[in-house]
């Protein structure tokens, strides 16, 4: 199941995608076979927690797209040019699987009493410059756009308070030192025995070889700053996952501290 993550928008485009239901979303019986399943057949490369080892988090899959069928049809059809082959599983097995990885990577629902509106404005202040929403904003930090539809409200908040805590594969912090002295921070984005392929604090994509650096380090501090209550106050830090809620999978109507309720 390697590089699912980018794969399916391929393998929407090599064998179409047809608008399917998940016949067992939602099926306790499903779910606990397809984490069998899982463990089984996909664990070597996704880690038994879905989260990655050699190959992507899979966790975050529902936080771009949210439709099952376009999982379903990357485990069937395999990624070509990878290690990741078609599978010949039966439809059932698969649609366990894909119920198994939803149930563990969409976020329940949860009602907030925060000010929506605010909470845009602290986005727009303190997280733009680094976190895409719908398209706009920086990308040196994860897209944020979806991001609630697999990530609960306490998460978020460890994440925005204590920003080195855990690290989304794709964007763990990294410092190399060139033979010169020169210190480059950034995000690794890939990596094997020669080189090294980072986006710098100016987010440009750089590749360098390894035998040109004198060091390459895994940063333990992340490059987003911790946004503590000296920083953010809890007020806003609800605010602000008052905002980001309102992008969550089948989330109910986001009402602002007045009543009223986002649209959005």
């Known amino acids: 199941m390697l590089f699912i993550g980018w794969a399916l928008t391929l393998g929407a485009v090599l064998i179409g995608v047809i608008q399917t239901k998940n016949p067992r979303d ?39 797209d949210g439709r099952d069928e376009r999982v379903f049809q990357t485990i069937r059809a395999g990624v070509p040019g990878s290690i990741m082959p078609p599978s010949p599983a039966p439809d059932d097995e698969l649609w366990a699987i894909v119920a198994y990885l939803r149930n563990i990577s969409t976020a329940r629902p949860e009602e907030s009493s925060g000010n929506v509106a605010n909470g845009e ?12 929403l719908d398209g706009r904003g920086g990308r040196l930090g994860p897209d944020l756009s979806r991001i609630a539809a697999s990530q609960s409200n306490q998460v978020l908040a460890r994440a925005v308070r204590d920003a080195s805590a855990s690290f989304t ?3 763990e912090p990294v410092m190399l030192v060139t033979r010169d002295g020169q210190q480059i921070r950034g995000t690794r984005k ?13 987010e440009r ?20 700053p911790d ?6 106050s809890d007020l ?29």
């Open 121 to 132: 404005r602290i986005f727009a202040a303190s997280c733009a410059s680094c976190h895409r």
């Open 190 to 202: 890939g990596e094997d025995p020669f080189s090294i392929q980072i986006m710098d604090t100016r």
């Open 169 to 171: 594969a794709g964007y």
């Open 236 to 264: 806003d830090l609800n605010d602000l996952l008052a905002f980001l809620g309102t992008r969550r999978i089948g989330g109910p109507p986001r009402r602002s501290t007045d009543g009223s309720v986002d649209q959005r």
């Open 205 to 224: 994509l750089q590749g360098y070889l390894k035998a040109n650096l004198r060091e390459v380090t895994r940063d333990k501090k992340s490059l987003m």
């Open 227 to 232: 946004f503590g209550p000296d920083r953010l």
């Open 26 to 64: 939602g099926d306790p019986l499903a779910i606990q076979a397809g984490a069998a399943l899982f463990r089984e057949r996909c664990a070597d490369c996704h880690g038994a927690d879905a989260k990655g080892v050699r190959g992507p988090d899979l966790t975050q899959l529902w936080t771009t």
